[in-house]
Each structure stands twice: as structure tokens, then as C-alpha cells.
């Protein structure tokens, strides 16, 4: 069982910056990838960001890609995803979510095992 709580979620303007943060506890946590998605307003969840281990590779969607950076820290048992150039389009819920294993071609929805309960960003013009 792994649980994953999010915060740091909220109101910012275009352009502005936010960092949310996924706490991962539960037993083998270190074996699992931690990712982050999104579900706008009518809208299907999607994939934002993938971390693996403290130093191990990430993966982005183009979407966020050069604005968004993943982090893990290991050691504190979270992952923190670093927005910047937010745009109104960046508006959602952003869930964490956890996936046995560091396979970065898995990162759909179906293939993760543990979703947090997930954090609103809304983004204003």
C-alpha cells in the first residue's frame, strides 16, 4: 500500500510560478515511480510529469516541457513538481500517482497503482 498526499496547490496568475509537493509513504515506496497528472475543466486525465529514483531520469509532456520540472527526494519522501510560465491552460486538479517500477513508456493513467486525492491550480489571466 503506498499513499500519496498532495498540497501546495491554489490561485496564481499567468506567468507566475507554483510548486506542488506529493507526499509518497507505505511500504517499498522507493520502488515505485512517482507522476503527476492533471483533469482540467471537461477534460480527460492526462499525463504531466514522471519521476523515478533522487537521480534517475524524468519524462514531461510537451505540453509542460522546459516550464515544469519533476523532483524526487528520497530521503524526505516527496516529489515536487516546479511550475513556472503558468498559463490558463495549466488550470486542473493535479494528481500524484504511483507505479510499481521505473518504466518511463508506462505513463497512462491505467498503468499507475496509487493516486493521491489530488490539488486544484487555478491559473487567472
Known amino acids: 500500500q503506498v499513499n500519496l498526499v498532495e498540497s501546495g496547490g491554489g490561485l496564481v496568475q499567468a506567468g507566475d510560478s507554483m510548486t506542488l509537493s506529493c507526499s509518497a509513504t507505505?511500504?517499498?515506496?522507493?520502488?515505485?515511480?512517482i507522476n503527476w497528472f492533471r483533469q482540467g475543466p471537461s477534460k480527460e486525465r492526462e499525463f504531466v510529469a514522471a519521476?523515478?529514483?533522487?537521480?534517475?531520469?524524468?519524462k514531461y509532456a510537451d505540453s509542460v516541457r522546459g516550464r515544469f520540472t519533476v523532483s524526487r527526494d528520497s530521503a524526505k519522501g516527496t516529489v515536487s513538481l516546479q511550475m513556472s510560465g503558468l498559463k490558463i491552460e495549466d488550470t486542473a486538479v493535479y494528481y500524484c500517482?504511483?507505479?510499481?517500477?521505473?518504466?518511463?513508456?508506462?505513463?497512462?493513467?491505467?498503468?499507475?497503482?496509487?493516486w493521491g486525492e489530488g490539488t486544484r491550480v487555478t491559473v487567472s489571466a
Open positions: 500517482a504511483a507505479k510499481w517500477g521505473f518504466d518511463l513508456s508506462q505513463v497512462m493513467p491505467r498503468h499507475m497503482n496509487y
Open positions: 519521476a523515478t529514483w533522487s537521480t534517475g531520469p524524468t
Open positions: 507505505g511500504q517499498n515506496v522507493g520502488a515505485y515511480g
